[in-house]
Protein backbone atom coordinates (compact mmCIF):
# COMPACT_ATOMS: atom_id res chain seq x y z
CA UNK A 1 0.00 0.00 0.00
CA UNK A 2 2.98 2.41 0.26
CA UNK A 3 3.94 4.67 3.27
CA UNK A 4 1.71 5.64 5.68
CA UNK A 5 -0.78 8.52 5.21
CA UNK A 6 -0.94 10.86 7.74
CA UNK A 7 -4.54 12.63 8.01
CA UNK A 8 -6.37 15.52 9.25
CA UNK A 9 -9.79 14.70 11.31
CA UNK A 10 -12.69 17.37 10.85
CA UNK A 11 -14.81 16.81 13.67
CA UNK A 12 -18.22 18.10 13.01
CA UNK A 13 -19.40 17.61 16.34
CA UNK A 14 -17.08 20.58 17.34
CA UNK A 15 -17.00 23.21 14.47
CA UNK A 16 -19.05 24.55 12.22
CA UNK A 17 -19.00 23.25 9.39
CA UNK A 18 -17.17 26.26 7.61
CA UNK A 19 -14.77 26.54 9.96
CA UNK A 20 -13.97 23.36 9.21
CA UNK A 21 -13.85 24.00 5.51
CA UNK A 22 -10.92 26.15 6.58
CA UNK A 23 -9.38 24.03 8.45
CA UNK A 24 -9.12 21.25 5.77
CA UNK A 25 -7.57 23.37 3.59
CA UNK A 26 -4.66 24.65 6.15
CA UNK A 27 -4.20 21.20 6.97
CA UNK A 28 -3.58 20.05 3.38
CA UNK A 29 -0.85 23.36 3.46
CA UNK A 30 0.55 22.70 6.29
CA UNK A 31 1.48 18.64 5.02
CA UNK A 32 -1.33 16.32 5.76
CA UNK A 33 -1.93 13.68 3.65
CA UNK A 34 -5.24 13.16 3.77
CA UNK A 35 -8.90 13.63 5.66
CA UNK A 36 -11.53 12.09 7.81
CA UNK A 37 -14.79 13.52 8.36
CA UNK A 38 -16.89 12.73 11.48
CA UNK A 39 -20.98 11.84 10.58
CA UNK A 40 -22.94 13.05 13.57
CA UNK A 41 -26.71 14.11 13.68
CA UNK A 42 -25.64 15.47 17.48
CA UNK A 43 -22.38 16.01 19.35
CA UNK A 44 -21.52 13.96 22.11
CA UNK A 45 -21.91 16.62 24.61
CA UNK A 46 -23.00 20.31 25.70
CA UNK A 47 -19.26 22.08 25.22
CA UNK A 48 -19.13 20.68 21.85
CA UNK A 49 -22.10 21.90 20.36
CA UNK A 50 -22.48 21.76 16.47
CA UNK A 51 -23.02 18.72 14.39
CA UNK A 52 -23.28 19.66 10.25
CA UNK A 53 -24.18 17.36 7.28
CA UNK A 54 -21.14 15.52 6.83
CA UNK A 55 -21.76 14.51 3.25
CA UNK A 56 -22.89 17.95 2.23
CA UNK A 57 -19.14 18.73 3.65
CA UNK A 58 -17.28 16.47 1.91
CA UNK A 59 -17.84 18.03 -1.34
CA UNK A 60 -16.96 21.28 -0.54
CA UNK A 61 -13.98 20.22 1.23
CA UNK A 62 -12.42 18.00 -2.02
CA UNK A 63 -13.26 20.44 -4.08
CA UNK A 64 -11.17 22.94 -1.89
CA UNK A 65 -8.31 20.61 -1.90
CA UNK A 66 -6.40 17.79 -4.01
CA UNK A 67 -6.57 14.95 -0.95
CA UNK A 68 -8.14 11.98 -0.59
CA UNK A 69 -10.90 11.91 2.07
CA UNK A 70 -13.11 9.06 4.09
CA UNK A 71 -16.10 9.07 5.98
CA UNK A 72 -17.66 6.00 8.53
CA UNK A 73 -21.43 6.13 8.67
CA UNK A 74 -23.77 4.30 9.75
CA UNK A 75 -26.81 2.80 7.23
CA UNK A 76 -30.16 0.90 8.25
CA UNK A 77 -31.46 4.00 10.55
CA UNK A 78 -31.01 7.51 10.09
CA UNK A 79 -29.57 6.35 6.19
CA UNK A 80 -30.62 4.10 4.18
CA UNK A 81 -28.31 2.15 2.73
CA UNK A 82 -29.28 3.05 -1.19
CA UNK A 83 -28.30 6.56 -0.06
CA UNK A 84 -25.26 5.85 0.97
CA UNK A 85 -24.43 4.15 -2.07
CA UNK A 86 -25.84 7.14 -4.33
CA UNK A 87 -24.06 9.75 -1.96
CA UNK A 88 -20.71 7.65 -2.45
CA UNK A 89 -20.70 7.01 -5.71
CA UNK A 90 -21.69 10.63 -6.40
CA UNK A 91 -18.74 11.55 -4.86
CA UNK A 92 -15.74 9.40 -6.50
CA UNK A 93 -17.47 10.32 -9.57
CA UNK A 94 -16.64 13.60 -9.15
CA UNK A 95 -12.98 12.84 -7.31
CA UNK A 96 -12.01 9.50 -8.60
CA UNK A 97 -9.49 8.02 -6.39
CA UNK A 98 -10.07 10.22 -3.94
CA UNK A 99 -12.95 8.89 -1.42
CA UNK A 100 -12.96 6.17 0.53
CA UNK A 101 -16.34 5.43 3.07
CA UNK A 102 -16.52 3.07 6.05
CA UNK A 103 -20.07 1.29 7.37
CA UNK A 104 -20.50 0.83 11.45
CA UNK A 105 -22.87 -0.54 13.39
CA UNK A 106 -24.12 2.97 14.41
CA UNK A 107 -25.01 4.99 17.61
CA UNK A 108 -28.02 5.35 19.55
CA UNK A 109 -26.78 9.04 19.94
CA UNK A 110 -27.31 9.58 16.16
CA UNK A 111 -29.22 7.04 14.52
CA UNK A 112 -32.49 6.88 16.96
CA UNK A 113 -34.23 10.14 15.42
CA UNK A 114 -35.88 8.19 13.07
CA UNK A 115 -38.02 6.69 15.67
CA UNK A 116 -37.13 3.31 14.90
CA UNK A 117 -36.14 0.59 17.75
CA UNK A 118 -32.40 0.25 18.43
CA UNK A 119 -31.63 -3.16 18.45
CA UNK A 120 -28.71 -4.93 20.16
CA UNK A 121 -25.28 -5.43 18.99
CA UNK A 122 -25.35 -8.91 17.55
CA UNK A 123 -28.46 -7.42 15.89
CA UNK A 124 -26.74 -3.93 14.77
CA UNK A 125 -24.12 -6.49 13.48
CA UNK A 126 -25.97 -8.63 11.11
CA UNK A 127 -28.07 -5.52 10.02
CA UNK A 128 -25.07 -3.39 9.54
CA UNK A 129 -23.81 -7.03 6.84
CA UNK A 130 -26.83 -6.99 5.25
CA UNK A 131 -26.91 -3.09 4.15
CA UNK A 132 -23.11 -3.50 3.23
CA UNK A 133 -24.47 -6.21 0.58
CA UNK A 134 -26.78 -3.89 -0.74
CA UNK A 135 -24.43 -0.65 -0.82
CA UNK A 136 -21.83 -3.21 -3.09
CA UNK A 137 -24.40 -4.36 -5.64
CA UNK A 138 -25.44 -0.60 -6.27
CA UNK A 139 -22.23 0.38 -6.76
CA UNK A 140 -21.36 -2.59 -9.03
CA UNK A 141 -23.95 -1.53 -11.24
CA UNK A 142 -26.62 -3.91 -9.94
CA UNK A 143 -30.29 -3.46 -10.00
CA UNK A 144 -31.17 -4.32 -6.08
CA UNK A 145 -34.48 -5.60 -4.63
CA UNK A 146 -34.20 -6.98 -1.14
CA UNK A 147 -36.46 -7.77 1.15
CA UNK A 148 -34.81 -7.90 5.30
CA UNK A 149 -33.55 -6.06 7.89
CA UNK A 150 -34.15 -3.32 5.43
CA UNK A 151 -36.21 -3.09 2.30
CA UNK A 152 -35.32 -1.87 -1.30
CA UNK A 153 -37.17 -2.28 -4.52
CA UNK A 154 -35.71 -1.80 -8.04
CA UNK A 155 -32.91 0.49 -7.08
CA UNK A 156 -30.00 1.00 -9.20
CA UNK A 157 -27.09 3.80 -9.41
CA UNK A 158 -27.38 5.45 -12.77
CA UNK A 159 -24.47 8.13 -12.08
CA UNK A 160 -21.48 5.91 -10.57
CA UNK A 161 -17.69 6.01 -10.89
CA UNK A 162 -15.59 3.83 -13.38
CA UNK A 163 -13.88 2.06 -9.86
CA UNK A 164 -16.54 1.75 -7.16
CA UNK A 165 -14.82 3.64 -3.88
CA UNK A 166 -13.37 1.33 -1.48
CA UNK A 167 -15.67 0.15 1.32
CA UNK A 168 -14.18 -0.52 5.16
CA UNK A 169 -15.58 -2.00 8.02
CA UNK A 170 -15.38 -0.09 11.42
CA UNK A 171 -14.43 -2.19 14.59
CA UNK A 172 -12.84 -1.75 18.05
CA UNK A 173 -13.48 -5.39 19.21
CA UNK A 174 -11.85 -8.14 17.87
CA UNK A 175 -15.06 -9.76 17.78
CA UNK A 176 -16.59 -7.03 14.87
CA UNK A 177 -13.35 -7.14 13.28
CA UNK A 178 -13.42 -10.72 12.54
CA UNK A 179 -16.97 -10.14 11.12
CA UNK A 180 -16.49 -7.36 8.68
CA UNK A 181 -13.51 -8.96 7.59
CA UNK A 182 -15.49 -11.28 5.30
CA UNK A 183 -17.07 -8.30 3.58
CA UNK A 184 -14.96 -5.06 3.75
CA UNK A 185 -12.11 -3.49 1.22
CA UNK A 186 -10.40 -2.49 4.81
CA UNK A 187 -10.43 -1.91 8.26
CA UNK A 188 -11.70 1.80 10.13
CA UNK A 189 -10.42 1.25 13.76
CA UNK A 190 -9.57 3.26 16.57
CA UNK A 191 -6.35 3.83 18.66
CA UNK A 192 -5.58 1.59 21.79
CA UNK A 193 -2.61 -0.36 23.20
CA UNK A 194 -0.46 -1.55 20.53
CA UNK A 195 -1.29 -5.13 21.30
CA UNK A 196 -4.87 -4.66 21.42
CA UNK A 197 -4.63 -2.95 18.33
CA UNK A 198 -1.94 -6.20 16.88
CA UNK A 199 -5.38 -8.58 18.50
CA UNK A 200 -7.95 -6.48 16.54
CA UNK A 201 -5.71 -6.53 12.93
CA UNK A 202 -5.30 -10.29 13.25
CA UNK A 203 -9.18 -10.70 14.42
CA UNK A 204 -10.09 -8.88 10.90
CA UNK A 205 -6.86 -10.78 8.96
CA UNK A 206 -9.04 -13.95 10.18
CA UNK A 207 -12.29 -13.11 9.39
CA UNK A 208 -10.90 -12.52 5.49
CA UNK A 209 -8.96 -9.40 5.65
CA UNK A 210 -5.14 -10.16 5.12
CA UNK A 211 -3.76 -7.40 2.82
CA UNK A 212 -6.90 -5.21 2.72
CA UNK A 213 -6.42 -1.64 4.06
CA UNK A 214 -5.81 -0.78 7.45
CA UNK A 215 -7.17 3.04 8.98
CA UNK A 216 -6.99 4.22 12.82
CA UNK A 217 -8.60 7.16 13.93
CA UNK A 218 -6.56 8.66 16.86
CA UNK A 219 -7.95 10.53 19.65
CA UNK A 220 -5.26 13.36 21.05
CA UNK A 221 -4.51 16.39 22.55
CA UNK A 222 -1.50 18.84 22.11
CA UNK A 223 -1.14 22.14 23.66
CA UNK A 224 2.28 24.07 24.27
CA UNK A 225 1.99 23.68 28.08
CA UNK A 226 0.66 20.05 29.92
CA UNK A 227 -1.81 22.02 31.70
CA UNK A 228 -2.90 23.18 29.02
CA UNK A 229 -3.06 19.57 27.20
CA UNK A 230 -5.09 18.02 29.85
CA UNK A 231 -7.45 21.24 30.01
CA UNK A 232 -8.38 21.25 26.70
CA UNK A 233 -8.80 17.42 26.31
CA UNK A 234 -11.08 17.03 29.53
CA UNK A 235 -12.81 20.49 28.62
CA UNK A 236 -14.07 18.98 24.99
CA UNK A 237 -14.00 15.11 25.01
CA UNK A 238 -14.62 13.98 28.68
CA UNK A 239 -17.99 12.49 26.99
CA UNK A 240 -16.28 9.83 25.26
CA UNK A 241 -14.40 8.25 27.96
CA UNK A 242 -17.60 6.09 28.78
CA UNK A 243 -16.44 2.18 27.69
CA UNK A 244 -17.95 -0.68 26.35
CA UNK A 245 -21.58 -0.15 25.26
CA UNK A 246 -22.45 2.69 26.76
CA UNK A 247 -20.73 5.05 23.80
CA UNK A 248 -23.72 3.17 21.62
CA UNK A 249 -26.38 2.90 23.87
CA UNK A 250 -27.13 6.64 24.93
CA UNK A 251 -29.64 8.91 23.43
CA UNK A 252 -28.70 12.64 24.15
CA UNK A 253 -25.82 15.00 24.44
CA UNK A 254 -27.22 15.73 27.99
CA UNK A 255 -26.87 12.03 28.74
CA UNK A 256 -23.23 11.83 27.77
CA UNK A 257 -23.00 14.79 30.06
CA UNK A 258 -24.74 13.38 33.30
CA UNK A 259 -22.88 10.08 32.91
CA UNK A 260 -19.30 11.80 33.11
CA UNK A 261 -20.08 14.28 35.68
CA UNK A 262 -17.56 12.80 37.60
CA UNK A 263 -14.84 11.95 35.07
CA UNK A 264 -11.76 13.90 36.41
CA UNK A 265 -9.43 15.53 34.14
CA UNK A 266 -6.69 13.02 34.97
CA UNK A 267 -9.16 10.05 34.03
CA UNK A 268 -8.42 11.32 30.10
CA UNK A 269 -5.22 9.86 29.76
CA UNK A 270 -7.19 6.66 29.65
CA UNK A 271 -8.69 7.53 26.36
CA UNK A 272 -6.80 10.50 24.40
CA UNK A 273 -3.48 10.73 23.87
CA UNK A 274 -2.48 13.50 25.74
CA UNK A 275 0.92 15.92 25.77
CA UNK A 276 2.52 19.10 25.02
CA UNK A 277 5.91 16.84 23.89
CA UNK A 278 5.74 16.76 20.24
CA UNK A 279 8.50 14.01 20.18
CA UNK A 280 6.31 11.68 22.51
CA UNK A 281 3.11 12.37 20.01
CA UNK A 282 5.16 11.01 16.90
CA UNK A 283 6.77 8.08 18.73
CA UNK A 284 3.14 7.35 19.70
CA UNK A 285 2.11 7.21 15.88
CA UNK A 286 5.28 5.59 14.90
CA UNK A 287 4.31 2.75 16.96
CA UNK A 288 0.88 3.00 14.56
CA UNK A 289 3.08 2.67 11.49
CA UNK A 290 4.82 -0.39 12.73
CA UNK A 291 2.00 -1.61 13.09
CA UNK A 292 1.46 -1.93 9.52
CA UNK A 293 -1.92 0.68 8.87
CA UNK A 294 -1.88 2.45 5.77
CA UNK A 295 -3.43 5.70 7.01
CA UNK A 296 -3.70 7.43 10.51
CA UNK A 297 -6.38 10.00 11.17
CA UNK A 298 -5.42 12.84 13.69
CA UNK A 299 -7.88 14.08 15.72
CA UNK A 300 -6.94 16.81 18.06
CA UNK A 301 -9.50 16.96 20.42
CA UNK A 302 -8.57 20.33 21.17
CA UNK A 303 -10.04 23.85 20.07
CA UNK A 304 -6.83 24.86 19.44
CA UNK A 305 -6.70 23.10 16.09
CA UNK A 306 -4.76 25.61 13.83
CA UNK A 307 -1.79 25.56 16.45
CA UNK A 308 -2.25 22.41 16.12
CA UNK A 309 -2.12 22.15 12.24
CA UNK A 310 1.09 23.74 12.70
CA UNK A 311 3.39 22.34 15.20
CA UNK A 312 2.00 18.84 13.86
CA UNK A 313 2.67 20.05 10.31
CA UNK A 314 6.38 21.54 11.48
CA UNK A 315 7.00 19.44 14.23
CA UNK A 316 5.63 15.56 13.57
CA UNK A 317 4.58 14.89 10.27
CA UNK A 318 8.45 15.50 8.95
CA UNK A 319 10.01 13.20 11.59
CA UNK A 320 7.59 10.29 11.04
CA UNK A 321 8.53 10.14 6.99
CA UNK A 322 12.05 10.75 7.80
CA UNK A 323 11.55 7.21 10.15
CA UNK A 324 9.66 5.35 7.58
CA UNK A 325 12.16 6.10 4.94
Given at each position: ?13 Q ?10 Q?A?T ?22 GF???W ?6 RT ?20 Q?A ?9 R ?11 N ?13 R ?6 C???V???L ?7 H ?8 KL ?8 P ?19 G?L ?39 EA ?15 E ?22 MR ?5 SSN???H????A ?27 Q ?7 R???
Amino acid sequence: MGPARFGFHASHEQFPPSELLTLAQEAETAGFDCGMSSDHFRPWGAAQGHSGFAWSWLGAAMARTRIPFGVISAPGYRYHPAILAQGAATLTEMFPGRFWFALGSGQRLNEDITGLAWPEKAERNARLRECAEVVRALLSGETVTHHGRITVVDAKLYSRPETPPPLLGAAVTEATADAVGAWADGLLTVSAEPEQLRKVIEAFHRGGGRGKRLVVQVALNWAPTEEEALAGAYEQWRTNVLGGEVNWELRLPEHFDTATRLVRPEDMRESVWISSNLRWHAARLAELVALGFDEIQIHQVGRNQRAFIEAFGQGVLPSLRRGAA
